[in-house]
Structures are given as structure tokens and as C-alpha cells.
């Protein structure tokens, strides 16, 4: 017949039939090999098999991958042994022996749970895996769910072209202890649209180590979460051949250098470290092409203390987006914890807050750009940003550490340009600026220390004389509480502060010195 190219893109075309049993052959691509699979005449289309033991798959309900011996190879060998290999008495023997097996394979299976195929829609409970092919596509509709008493409920690893939208439940059975929800792990343009509950009794809702060219839209109202660590978890994302070769089969061992682009308009939690993009001593689990966006109504959080809602250290090419209306909550250490990562874009429209730490941290992070226009808090130190090259900060919204320390921090830098039109404020410091060269802040807005004896601008050095900083202040640098406290202060520890100009058209004030150099 003709060929034709079914749902999954394999290509198929009918031989003749034996007793109305259709024949179909089926290639796929990464086989590298063809099968014959037999649809058994009790559920048409439904079941498939190998007669030669190449992979093929049933597509039941229970749509398991399956792989048979080549028991037709052996059934023909029987009819030539029994002189029975000429027509009409083999091609008897074969159609018999064809109709029986699959009688008795699915009269046999049937009734079992296996893993199986993601080309299916979901629209009612279901306790069984589901082991993905390429290009699947799986529907989960608002009244299906899948529940699975172990590890893996959806298994796309090593898959390529697969595509999962989920209005009801994916999830690891509550009490079980089980992880990963979503096991994606070496897959490739996977595509992930959640309208309903991911949800992991343990770790790991989504997983994503090597994978590449992922993206990820949990919906509004929709929730991706984990009951310990990782809603979302994955190292090398976008570079999977960094720490060995885990790359999809398709990529040739080579990373594309395409990682995560996340879309969240709902909620994604867990108990620590929510978002979890790799961390570790340098040089590990870096991952490349990441995008992060958090839009109006978009809440990513944690719900324990000891760690971060957004934590990815070791990666390269990194951007951020919190919208207007979007909330990251950190109910301990950082909200956004960017370490040891170069090419970062981190841009707030709306909240971000850390009860006992920063709500965006990024040591080590050459070429990164700040904007904010939102609100952020911190308990210690706000925003630091330190141990890198080429910083570009922006505010003209809400900087504030409520605790401790310095509405904004930067630290061991060369080059740093800082323009705020917003307020930044602190309790020690409003801001500080340690062991920096070659920087320039611009304030329009308001600095601002709390504390009776801090300052609102400090320019540190420790250790190193630095040099060619500059201070061109058109707003308010103030630190006016108790009696102690100064305005700017210049230097520390005898190691001097060559070459600052400070031009001044607006409000310097403290309590005890307006300006103060140090040594």
C-alpha cells in the first residue's frame, strides 16, 4: 500500500494480510532497523508486537513498550523441520500460529499494569507508569491523573520531541517516599505545559540533569512541587557534555549550549532549594541557556528553612525576569542564589524577599546586569553582587536589608557602574562599596543607614589600595540616626583610597560627619 506516517512520525504502510490480520512495517530512525508488528484482530489497532524481536510497541491502554523473541523465526524453522515449508501447509502453519499468539498475548496482558507510552490522553485515574518514545504526546485531562507508587511516574529519559500537557495530576503517591514526578533527564526539546499539579512525595517534581532545549509553562492556578527538595532540579542543563557523556543520542555528544526557558504564571514550591539548577565546587554541574520568568500572580518560594527558592551556581548565560505581580519568598538564606556564573541578566518588576538573607546573591559573577524596579528585601546585606568584572546595577525601586548590614553590597570588582533613581537602605550601611577600582555611582534617588553609628555610602579597601572611584551624587546620602553615625566614609585600615572624586549636588548628611575619611 501507500506509505503513511502515523501520530508518531513512524512510517507505515500495510502488507497483506493473513486471515483480515493487518501487517504493518515500521522504521524508526534511532532503531536503526525495521520490525514487522502484527495489530491483533481482537483490538484492532491497538497492540503491537515484534515477529522478529526488534523493538516495537503496544499502543493498548495500558500502552506498554514491549520486546519479543523471535518467536516466528523459530515457529518457521519448526515448519521446515516437519516437511511442512511448502504452501499451502507453511503459510497455514504461520497464520494459525499468528491469530493464537495474539490471542493468547493479549487475553494474558490485558488485564496487567506496565509501563508504557506517552502517545495517549489520561481522562481518568491511573496508577501506572508511563515510559515515553520520542515525539510523544501526552494529554493528563482535568479529570485524569496519574498516581505511581514509585519513582518516575512519567519516564521521558534519553527522549527527544516529547510533549506533555497536564490539566489533572502527575505524581508520586503520597506516603511513598518516592521521587521525580517527571523524569527528563538526557531528553531533548521536551516541552512541559502544566494547568493542573505536579507533585513528588520526595524530591525532584521535574527532573532535568543533561537535558537540553527544555521548556516549561506552569500555568495559573497550576502548581509544581516537591515534598522535600527540588520542584524543579537539574545539573549540566543545556551542557550535557560538560561532566561526561550524557548527551541525547541525537546531539552526537555535543551540547546545543540551549538549556531551561521556565514560564511560571502559577505557583512552584518545595521545601528547600525549590528551583535547583546545579551547585557544588567549581567547575561542576554548570549549566548554559537558562531562562527564568515569573510573571503577575507567579509565586516561587520555599516552605523550610536552609536554603534557596532559586539556587543555580556554575552557570553561563543566566536570565531572570520577575514580573510585576510576581512573589519569590525565601523563608531562609537567599531568594536567588546566582554563585560562581558569568553572563547574568537579573532584572525585578515586582517582589522578592529573603527573611534571614539576600534576595539576590551573586558571588562570583562577572558581566552581570541588575535592574531593578520592584521591591526587594533581605534580612542581611539585600543585594550582593561581588568577585566579578563588568557589573551594571540599576534601581529605581526598593532596595532594603531589614536586619543587618547593607541595602546593596558590592565587593572585589572592577569596573562597576551603579545608578540608582530608587532608595536603597540599610542598618549598618545603606550601601557599601569594598575593595573596588574603576567604579562609578550615580544617585538621583536616596542611600540610607539606619544604624547611630554606620554610614550611608562606605567605600572599604582590605589590604589592597584602590583607585579611580567616583561619586556623583544628585539625590540624598544620608546616615542620621543616634549621634555617631556619618554620611560617606572613605577607607579602612590604614589602606588608603587613592583618586575618588565626589561631586556633590544634592543632600550628604549624618548625625556626626557629613563626609569621613578613615585613614
Known amino acids: 500500500g501507500s506509505d503513511q506516517?502515523?501520530?508518531?512520525?513512524?512510517?507505515?504502510?500495510?502488507?497483506?494480510?493473513l486471515n483480515g490480520i493487518p501487517w504493518k512495517r515500521s522504521t524508526r530512525e534511532d532503531e536503526k532497523a525495521a520490525s514487522i508488528c502484527l495489530i491483533s484482530p481482537i483490538t484492532p489497532s491497538s497492540i503491537y508486537f515484534s515477529a522478529f524481536g526488534i523493538k516495537c510497541v503496544k499502543l493498548n491502554p495500558f500502552g506498554t513498550k514491549i520486546s519479543l523473541l523471535t518467536f516466528f523465526d523459530k515457529l518457521e524453522f519448526f515448519a521446515d523441520t516437519k516437511n511442512l515449508s511448502n504452501p499451502p501447509l507453511k503459510s497455514t502453519v504461520l497464520k494459525a500460529a499468528l491469530v493464537t499468539?495474539?490471542?493468547?498475548?493479549?487475553?494474558l496482558f490485558g488485564s496487567v499494569s506496565y509501563a508504557g507510552p506517552c502517545l495517549t490522553t489520561i481522562a481518568s485515574a491511573s496508577t501506572n507508569q508511563l515510559a515515553c518514545a520520542d515525539d510523544d504526546i501526552l494529554n493528563v485531562t482535568s479529570a485524569g491523573s496519574i498516581t505511581y507508587n514509585d519513582h518516575k511516574a512519567?519516564?521521558?529519559?534519553?527522549?527527544?520531541?516529547?510533549?506533555?500537557t497536564n490539566d489533572g495530576t502527575i505524581e508520586t503517591e503520597d506516603g511513598t517516599n518516592k521521587q521525580k514526578a517527571i523524569h527528563a533527564e538526557s531528553s531533548l526539546n521536551t516541552t512541559i505545559t502544566n494547568n493542573g499539579t505536579i507533585n513528588s512525595d520526595n524530591n525532584?517534581?521535574?527532573i532535568l540533569d543533561y537535558a537540553e532545549n527544555v521548556i516549561i509553562t506552569n500555568n495559573a492556578g497550576a502548581t509544581i512541587s516537591a515534598e522535600g527538595n527540588n520542584a524543579i532540579s537539574g545539573?549540566?542543563?543545556?551542557?550535557?557534555?560538560?561532566?561526561g557523556a550524557n548527551c541525547h543520542s541525537d546531539l552526537s555528544g555535543q551540547s546545543n549550549g540551549v538549556g531551561l526557558t521556565l514560564h511560571n504564571y502559577g505557583t512552584i514550591t518545595s521545601a528547600h532549594e525549590t528551583i535547583w539548577l546545579g551547585s557544588g565546587s567549581s567547575g561542576n554541574h554548570r549549566s548554559k541557556g537558562l531562562k527564568i520568568y515569573n510573571y503577575d500572580g507567579g509565586i516561587i518560594k520555599t516552605t523550610g528553612e536552609g536554603d534557596s527558592p532559586i539556587k543555580a551556581f556554575h552557570v553561563v548565560d543566566y536570565e531572570f525576569v520577575n514580573y510585576k505581580g510576581g512573589t519569590i519568598e525565601g523563608a531562609d538564606r537567599h531568594a536567588v542564589n546566582t554563585e560562581q556564573s558569568e553572563d547574568v541578566n537579573f532584572t525585578n518588576h515586582g517582589t522578592?524577599?529573603?527573611a534571614d538573607k539576600s534576595?539576590?546573591?551573586c558571588k562570583t559573577c562577572p558581566n552581570t546586569t541588575f535592574i531593578n524596579t520592584g521591591t526587594m528585601s533581605g534580612g542581611n546585606n539585600a543585594v550582593v553582587i561581588s568577585h566579578g568584572d563588568n557589573i551594571s546595577i540599576t534601581n529605581s525601586g526598593t532596595i532594603t536589608a531589614t536586619t543587618e548590614n547593607s541595602g546593596l553590597s558590592i565587593n572585589s570588582s572592577d569596573g562597576t557602574v551603579v545608578t540608582n533613581t530608587g532608595t536603597i537602605s540599610g542598618v549598618r550601611h545603606g550601601m557599601q562599596s569594598s575593595n573596588v577600582d574603576n567604579s562609578t555611582i550615580t544617585n538621583h534617588g536616596t542611600i540610607s543607614a539606619s544604624s547611630n553609628s554606620g554610614y550611608g555610602l562606605v567605600y572599604e579597601n582590605d589590604g589592597t589600595n584602590r583607585v579611580n572611584n567616583t561619586l556623583n551624587n544628585y539625590g540624598t546620602i544620608s546616615a542620621t540616626s543616634g549621634s555617631l553615625a556619618d554620611g560617606?566614609?572613605?577607607?579602612?585600615?590604614?589602606f588608603p583610597m587613592f583618586n575618588i572624586t565626589i561631586n556633590n549636588y544634592g543632600t550628604i548628611s549624618g548625625s556626626d560627619n557629613s563626609l569621613v575619611v578613615l585613614n
Not at 235 to 243: E, M, P, Q, T, Y
Open 154 to 164: 512519567v519516564d521521558l529519559e534519553d527522549e527527544t520531541g516529547v510533549q506533555i
Open 204 to 206: 525532584e517534581g521535574i
Open 352 to 354: 522578592i524577599t529573603a
Open 5 to 17: 506516517v502515523d501520530a508518531r512520525g513512524w512510517k507505515v504502510w500495510s502488507l497483506d494480510s
Open 359 to 361: 534576595a539576590f546573591y
Open 235 to 243: 545539573r549540566n542543563v543545556g551542557n550535557c557534555h560538560f561532566n
Open 101 to 107: 499468539f495474539s490471542l493468547i498475548f493479549f487475553f
Open 488 to 494: 560617606i566614609g572613605i577607607g579602612k585600615n590604614a
